[in-house]
């Protein structure tokens, strides 16, 4: 059973920083696509950003030039740096990574962190 543990997240204010982190555990963990997702009240859970096994990455339009996703694969953990951060980027946020080593499953083959929470205000 792999666990995702998330760190990072809290409160900023306009145009700060932060680095969400998300370290797998349970056995050694080799996932072909990984991501961030977030959730704002009332909403729908989105997709914030993806990187595959390849390195290969994807952002949400809204995030393009502020976010950045990368993983340290000998920690098994992935991150999300986040700059220049507005009051829309206030929700919970998700790590999540597709259980095959081989394509990106369904999202109901994954698994998920337990969420953080990101608040920025102005």
């Known amino acids: 059973q792999v666990q995702l543990v998330q760190s990072g997240g809290g409160s900023v204010q306009v145009g700060g920083s932060l680095r969400l982190s998300c370290t797998a555990s349970?056995?050694?963990?080799?996932?072909?696509?990984m991501g961030w997702f977030r959730q704002a009240p009332g909403k729908e859970r989105e997709s914030v950003s993806s990187i595959r096994s390849d390195g290969r990455t994807t952002y949400a339009i809204s995030v393009k030039g502020r976010f950045t996703i990368s993983q340290d694969n000998a920690k098994n953990t992935l991150y999300l740096e986040m700059n220049s951060l507005k009051p829309e980027d206030t929700a919970m946020y998700y790590c999540?990574?597709?259980?095959?080593?081989?394509?990106?499953?369904?999202?109901?083959?994954?698994?998920w962190g337990q969420g953080t929470q990101v608040t920025v205000s102005s």
């Open positions: 999540g990574a597709g259980r095959s080593r081989y394509y990106c499953p369904p999202f109901n083959n994954w698994d």
């Open positions: 349970g056995y050694t963990y080799s996932s072909y696509c």
